[in-house]
């Protein structure tokens, strides 16, 4: 079973500025399976990004992603205040375990 | 307009069932492959378990820590997906929300309920 770690578990930033959240596999896998989503507080959680670099309908282009193998990453370009929130990665694999979310990266306002 | 409603939430004592359920609407229900993803307070996501499509065969598959405990189903006729959950746990406490599985999309998830929160305790 793949094993999706995130890091930094905590990024402090201002708006304006670039954040990068790094999401990495225990064993490689097709980049087609790959997606990030944003939670925030009291929210469910929204799909970004898929298929490790296309963004979902209505994602804005300061989002992107990027990586193939063990090593994805998610890119905003320009923070804006609205997000400041947890992100998430996430792996489709085989059964038993199809899917695998990473364990989050907060994004805080530093 | 794609929205998922979730109900059936509560507080139930370890040993006891639920049966959650997801209204559907906006979308062609029929085809979509459907997803129980679970959160614990102050956690982070778990996949719980999927049903495919009947035409594509009607399969389920479920997260270890459930299989054999929780049944995913669906009704086509009114739209609606289930998640019974029997023998429930105090490490099932967690808000339940049901997702749209995009195949194409190499399975994410495209469309979220709001959840509904689950609290087992004696």
């Known amino acids: 079973e793949i094993v999706l770690t995130q890091s930094p578990g905590t990024l402090s930033l201002s708006p304006g500025e670039r954040a990068t959240l790094s999401c990495r596999a225990s064993?490689?896998?097709?980049?087609?399976?790959l997606a990030w989503y944003q939670q925030k507080p009291g929210q469910a959680p929204r799909l970004l990004i898929y298929?490790?670099?296309s963004r979902a309908s209505g994602i804005p282009d300061r989002f992107s992603g990027s990586g193939s193998g063990t090593d994805f990453t998610l890119t905003i370009s320009r923070l804006e205040p609205e997000d400041f929130a947890v992100y998430y990665c996430?792996?489709?694999?085989?059964?038993?375990?199809?899917?695998?979310f990473g364990q989050g990266t907060k994004l805080e306002i530093k | 307009e794609v929205q998922l409603v979730e109900s059936g939430g509560g507080l139930v004592k370890p040993g006891g069932s639920l049966r959650l359920s997801c209204a559907a609407s906006?979308?062609?229900?029929?085809?979509?492959?459907m997803n129980w993803v679970r959160q614990a307070p102050g956690k982070g996501l778990e996949w719980v378990g999927r049903?495919?499509?009947?035409?594509?065969?009607?399969?389920?598959d479920y997260a270890a820590p459930v299989k054999g405990r929780f049944t995913v189903s669906r009704d086509d006729s009114t739209n609606t997906l289930y998640l019974q959950m029997n023998s429930l746990k105090t490490e099932d406490t967690a808000v339940y929300y049901c997702?749209?599985?995009?195949?194409?999309?190499?399975?994410?998830?495209?469309?979220w309920g709001q959840g509904t929160l689950v609290t087992v305790s004696s």
């Open positions: 997702t749209t599985d995009r195949p194409a999309w190499g399975y994410a998830g495209d469309y």
């Open positions: 906006g979308f062609t229900f029929t085809n979509a492959w």
């Open positions: 049903i495919i499509s009947k035409t594509d065969g009607g399969t389920t």
């Open positions: 064993q490689s896998f097709s980049s087609s399976y």
């Open positions: 298929g490790a670099s």
């Open positions: 996430q792996q489709y694999g085989s059964s038993p375990r199809l899917y695998t």
